[in-house]
């Protein structure tokens, strides 16, 4: 009990919106407000870019993404623009080659631009059709369940449909943060179920219920990856706030927890009711599994 006790607290202490790393399938680059100068990047820049990451720092980042994109960035930073995530980046690397991403812009709560690059084929063709029907045609289900638990078994069903994970459940909390699976939909082999368990308060720690009220989905595509420190010229008191990061590495903790339970690979989806976290979407696969950003 005393060992419980003092986890919860060293959890609660635990400042999982600054953990100064991201899951290695992508690049994360800080950029400098008035030329977007790289500041800090993620030491896996060798394995993405094939540059070294210190030879990154302070270099502008038209030096790899055309000047047009870079206009395409800075939009996304004015609330008043059409231009949104993703945006369809090409690379130039240093041997000559091109590499394709989906970039992922934000503004830091602390304050810093934050550039995200996920890693796409270049064969790869952004067809939202598909997506579209599929979205349109749950919608439309939707409109017509009649009951809570109607809604959330079709919900589970559809999510895993749209994104093929082994099993997905909506997780509900109570008044006082206590958690109830009530909807689940699985693989037929997978013979345990998880539909009524029961989760205390404590299961997810208020600082990361907190983040689920600021990034409303959250993909970890392989349980067992080492997380990419960064590294950069700002002061290490100074550190980035990541909330809002699609790439942020996720508490030691939680990756315990997920590789006692045996997944190698979860998504989460925050339901939300008036500015409170009503309960979760929540994904789980038996082996790694990546999800593009437009399914997401």
């Known amino acids: 009990m005393i060992n419980q006790a003092l986890e ?19 690049l994360l680059c800080v950029l400098s407000e008035s030329d977007f100068r790289i500041t800090q990047v993620s030491l896996n820049a060798t394995d993405i ?11 502008p980042l038209e030096d790899l993404i055309d000047p047009d ?17 993703p945006l369809n980046l090409s690379v130039m690397l240093d041997d000559g080659s091109t590499r394709f991403f989906n970039g992922i812009v934000h503004r830091a709560i602390s304050g810093e631009i934050v550039l995200e690059l996920e890693p796409i084929a270049a ?5 939202f059709t598909q997506s579209y029907r599929n979205i349109k045609d749950t919608l439309a289900k ?19 449909q749209i994104t093929g994970f082994d099993r997905v459940m909506i997780y509900r909390f109570n008044q006082d943060g206590d958690g109830t699976v009530i909807a689940e939909d699985k ?27 600021l990034n409303w989905l959250r993909l970890l595509p392989d349980v067992n990856c080492q997380p990419s420190l960064l590294t950069g010229s700002q002061a290490a008191s100074a550190r980035l706030d990541m909330s809002h990061c699609v790439l942020r590495s996720l508490s030691p903790c ?22 409170r976290l009503w309960g979760m979407i929540t994904c789980h696969h038996s082996t790694p599994k990546f999800v593009p950003y437009e399914i997401r």
Not at 49 to 57: H, R
Not at 79 to 85: L, R
Not at 254 to 274: D, E, F, P, R, T
Request: net charge negative; aromatic share 4%.
């Open 8 to 26: 919860t607290i060293n959890q609660e202490r635990e400042l999982i919106h600054m953990p100064g790393s991201i899951q290695p399938h992508g």
């Open 49 to 59: 870019l094939g540059i070294d990451p210190e030879k990154l720092i302070d270099r």
């Open 69 to 85: 994109r870079i206009t395409e960035i800075r939009a996304c930073l004015d609330p008043t623009s059409e231009q949104t995530n």
């Open 123 to 127: 064969t790869a063709r952004r067809d």
């Open 142 to 160: 939707i409109q017509v369940t009649k009951t809570l638990p109607e809604l959330c078994d079709l919900i589970a069903k559809e999510v895993r």
């Open 187 to 213: 693989q037929a082999d997978l013979l345990e179920t998880f539909l009524g368990l029961y989760y205390p308060d404590t299961d997810i720690p208020q600082r990361a219920k907190h983040l689920y009220l």
């Open 254 to 275: 939680h990756i315990q927890y997920l590789q006692n339970m045996g997944v190698g690979a979860s998504m989460s989806i925050s339901l939300i009711q008036q500015q």
